[in-house]
């Protein structure tokens, strides 16, 4: 130290006071540098935006799939419980069959979706690894340099310095090894954390890949399950044509021999008539004036009409009368006074009640449940023949109508009694 407060150096020159307080400064900042706690953990970067809304829409498509599907699941249910045509138990299946191969492709791409995720994780994670190992051996080998050159290496290499222009440069170069030895502990703690998180992250894409599987398979065996039940659908229905083809024929042949039978009374009652050339004509109950007026022979709701009907099958039927519906066991009226000519099982029409109201005119009453009355029987206007029944199994029960003037089948609802 000299007079003028100036410290000597090696070689015989002195260095101002203050410049030995800015080198302390100087070195108190590198060493506070190099020892400063490092920064908070850095948050590992969030999955593309583009991949959670892949993953999102894929989601809420299977949810929405498998929403339509409960909705058909529910009508199934409900067709299953109720007497229902085929075609439309068929049409259900078919469309359950679509929902859940929909199902099943939504799973396939969701699956695929993953699988690229976890590849490119595991691409990620090798990268980061491999990374790790290299930053760590550098970190290692600063360490170790640190420890070799000891704890005051940054203060003497600071005050060895010759002039005030070395002691700046050699801050400066102090400064950026601290920030490179800073930025290696840094990028050595965020690759830790991405490792961990990318771990982390294959195992809950390998979780949703497991369910995904599992859930495919499910909906795999579902739809053998309704492919299965489709075909059996159509074998019922198939079943159910060939039946209903074979009782249209039975219908035809029995309304042909309903026919052939009021003939047959008719020309009985022509002999009869012929055999007593002196006796009075027995004229018809049946009037003109009847025409729209009778009584309904039971109240109820039309099941189906007289002339030709397309039913639900694409099959033909033509009807002789009129279907009426009403509850098993309601009382069914005659429409006019006459006389029982037929009363037993006569093929489709089940029990039947044929009255002939005189001159060929003829009333018929089809799938009975009970019979009141008996062949050759009169009866008047409004008098119980018999009880509604079921006799057509695709049909719920009720009465079959006919009116036969002169034994030709016509419309029973214009001689019955308008509805208001």
Same mark, same amino acid.
């Given at each position: 130290?000299?007079?003028?407060?100036?410290?000597?150096?090696?070689?015989?020159?002195?260095?101002?006071?203050?410049?030995?307080?800015?080198?302390?400064?100087?070195?108190?900042?590198?060493?506070?540098?190099?020892?400063?706690?490092?920064?908070?953990?850095?948050?590992?970067?969030?999955?593309?935006?583009?991949?959670?809304?892949?993953?999102?829409?894929?989601?809420?498509?299977?949810?929405?799939?498998?929403?339509?599907?409960?909705?058909?699941?529910?009508?199934?249910?409900?067709?299953?419980?109720?007497?229902?045509?085929?075609?439309?138990?068929?049409? *259900?299946? !078919?469309?359950?069959? $679509?929902?859940?191969? %929909? /199902?099943?492709?939504?799973? #396939?791409?969701?699956?695929?979706? @993953? &699988?690229?995720?976890?590849?490119?994780?595991?691409?990620?994670?090798?990268?980061?690894?491999?990374?790790?190992?290299?930053?760590?051996?550098?970190?290692?080998?600063?360490?170790?340099?640190?420890?070799?050159?000891?704890?005051?290496?940054?203060?003497?290499?600071?005050?060895?310095?010759?002039?005030?222009?070395?002691?700046?440069?050699?801050?400066?170069?102090?400064?950026?090894?601290?920030?490179?030895?800073?930025?290696?502990?840094?990028?050595?703690?965020?690759?830790?954390?991405?490792?961990?998180?990318?771990?982390?992250?294959?195992?809950?894409?390998?979780?949703?890949?497991?369910? *995904?599987? !599992?859930?495919?398979? $499910?909906?795999?065996? %579902? /739809?053998?399950?309704?492919? #299965?039940?489709?075909?059996?659908? @159509? &074998?019922?229905?198939?079943?159910?044509?060939?039946?209903?083809?074979?009782?249209?024929?039975?219908?035809?042949?029995?309304?042909?021999?309903?026919?052939?039978?009021?003939?047959?009374?008719?020309?009985?009652?022509?002999?009869?008539?012929?055999?007593?050339?002196?006796?009075?004509?027995?004229?018809?109950?049946?009037?003109?004036?009847?025409?729209?007026?009778?009584?309904?022979?039971?109240?109820?709701?039309?099941?189906?009409?007289?002339?030709?009907?397309?039913?639900?099958?694409?099959?033909?039927?033509?009807?002789?009368?009129?279907?009426?519906?009403?509850?098993?066991?309601?009382?069914?009226?005659?429409?006019?006074?006459?006389?029982?000519?037929?009363?037993?099982?006569?093929?489709?029409?089940?029990?039947?009640?044929?009255?002939?109201?005189?001159?060929?005119?003829?009333?018929?009453?089809?799938?009975?449940?009970?019979?009141?009355?008996?062949?050759?029987?009169?009866?008047?206007?409004?008098?119980?023949?018999?009880?509604?029944?079921?006799?057509?199994?695709?049909?719920?029960?009720?009465?079959?109508?006919?009116?036969?003037?002169?034994?030709?089948?016509?419309?029973?609802?214009?001689?019955?009694?308008?509805?208001?």
């Amino acid at each position: 130290m000299t007079a003028d407060g100036r410290r000597e150096t090696g070689d015989g020159r002195a260095w101002p006071l203050r410049w030995t307080r800015v080198a302390l400064l100087v070195l108190c900042a590198a060493v506070s540098g190099v020892c400063r706690p490092p920064s908070a953990i850095a948050q590992q970067p969030a999955a593309p935006q583009s991949a959670a809304d892949r993953a999102k829409a894929q989601r809420d498509e299977l949810d929405r799939v498998r929403a339509e599907r409960e909705r058909l699941e529910q009508r199934m249910r409900q067709i299953q419980g109720t007497v229902h045509d085929l075609n439309e138990e068929r049409t *259900n299946i !078919e469309r359950q069959a $679509d929902a859940t191969a %929909r /199902l099943v492709r939504s799973l #396939d791409s969701q699956i695929g979706a @993953l &699988e690229g995720e976890v590849d490119d994780a595991t691409g990620g994670l090798v990268l980061a690894q491999d990374e790790l190992v290299i930053k760590r051996s550098m970190l290692q080998r600063r360490v170790r340099e640190i420890y070799k050159r000891g704890a005051l290496y940054s203060l003497e290499a600071l005050l060895s310095a010759q002039s005030f222009g070395a002691l700046v440069a050699r801050y400066k170069y102090l400064h950026l090894v601290t920030q490179r030895d800073r930025a290696l502990v840094r990028r050595v703690e965020l690759l830790n954390d991405q490792i961990m998180g990318t771990r982390t992250q294959l195992v809950r894409l390998r979780g949703e890949m497991e369910i *995904n599987r !599992e859930q495919k398979s $499910d909906e795999e065996r %579902r /739809l053998r399950e309704l492919e #299965d039940a489709r075909g059996r659908s @159509l &074998e019922r229905a198939q079943q159910n044509a060939r039946q209903t083809e074979q009782r249209l024929q039975q219908i035809q042949r029995d309304e042909k021999r309903l026919g052939d039978l009021l003939a047959t009374f008719e020309a009985e009652r022509r002999r009869a008539v012929a055999a007593r050339p002196n006796a009075p004509a027995a004229a018809s109950t049946l009037k003109t004036s009847d025409f729209g007026r009778l009584d309904w022979p039971v109240e109820g709701a039309i099941l189906y009409r007289f002339g030709r009907v397309v039913n639900a099958n694409n099959t033909t039927t033509r009807w002789n009368g009129v279907g009426i519906g009403a509850p098993a066991g309601t009382a069914v009226r005659a429409v006019s006074t006459g006389s029982v000519v037929l009363a037993e099982s006569f093929g489709t029409y089940g029990l039947t009640v044929i009255v002939s109201h005189g001159d060929g005119d003829f009333s018929v009453y089809g799938s009975l449940s009970r019979l009141d009355v008996r062949k050759g029987q009169g009866v008047q206007k409004g008098q119980i023949v018999g009880t509604v029944g079921r006799t057509d199994p695709d049909l719920d029960a009720h009465l079959h109508f006919e009116m036969r003037p002169k034994g030709r089948a016509v419309d029973p609802l214009e001689w019955l009694r308008q509805r208001r």
